[in-house]
T-cell receptor, first 115, second 114 residues
Framework: AQSVAQPEDQVNVAEGNPLTVKCTYSVSGNPYLFWYVQYPNRGLQFLLKYITGDNLVKGSYGFEAEFNKSQTSFHLKKPSALVSDSALYFCAVRDIGSGYSTLTFGKGTMLLVSP | SAVISQKPSRDICQRGTSLTIQCQVDSQVTMMFWYRQQPGQSLTLIATANQGSEATYESGFVIDKFPISRPNLTFSTLTVSNMSPEDSSIYLC???????????FGPGTRLLVL
């Protein structure tokens, strides 16, 4: 079975400071990992994904994420937060080779960026 | 990336009634998914809908409650039947099920059942 943990319900950061939103995963095989963002009254928007290759993945809006196999983590990062980054962030995993192609989502982390 | 639209965007319904949600994709796709996001919760997969076959439902979801149609490669509907206040959620349509594919989501349908 595949699972995702987002240990923080909420992350608070001041504008201009770096931000990190944590994600750890559990799969039986190799993982494909994704980050999505949900703005108020909007659907999910894709930010970035890790399939293979470089452990540091760059995505939309200046976000990046680092895949760490030994720690089974895929934390989302941004060097300088903007107030407009305030939203709900979801980490998701797909287990490669499991024959099951659907995503499993974490419970989400609310990011609040203060001016 | 696929462009996905959903109708209606939101609705307020009375208990005991049914609502059909439409999902339209701008390109042909093999797999379509329906998710539910209850208030303050994460996304839960309801079912996978492949064109030409019966939908596959996840544990806890049944066809009588959530019938799904998939008449062609660009369209699907989800019906929420005999609604109760517990069905108040955001329902999202999604496409992109191959392992390496990014899964894209529609804007969601916000349902409130009174």
């Amino acid at each position: 079975a595949q699972s995702v943990a987002q240990p923080e319900d909420q992350v608070n950061v001041a504008e201009g400071n770096p931000l990190t939103v944590k994600c750890t995963y559990s799969v039986s095989g190799n993982p494909y990992l994704f980050w999505y963002v949900q703005y108020p009254n909007r659907g999910l928007q894709f930010l970035l994904k890790y399939i293979t290759g470089d452990n540091l993945v760059k995505g939309s809006y200046g976000f990046e994420a680092e895949f760490n196999k030994s720690q089974t983590s895929f934390h989302l990062k941004k060097p300088s937060a903007l107030v407009s980054d305030s939203a709900l962030y979801f980490c998701a995993v797909r287990d490669i080779g499991s024959g099951y192609s659907t995503l499993t989502f974490g419970k989400g982390t609310m990011l609040l960026v203060s001016p | 990336s696929a462009v996905i639209s959903q109708k209606p965007s939101r609705d307020i319904c009375q208990r005991g009634t049914s609502l059909t949600i439409q999902c339209q994709v701008d390109s042909q796709v093999t797999m379509m998914f329906w998710y539910r996001q209850q208030p303050g919760q994460s996304l839960t997969l309801i079912a996978t809908a492949n064109q030409g076959s019966e939908a596959t439902y996840e544990s806890g979801f049944v066809i009588d409650k959530f019938p799904i149609s998939r008449p062609n490669l660009t369209f699907s509907t989800l019906t929420v039947s005999n609604m109760s206040p517990e069905d108040s959620s955001i329902y999202l349509c999604s496409v992109g099920g191959n392992e390496r594919e990014t899964q894209y989501f529609g804007p969601g349908t916000r349902l409130l059942v009174l």
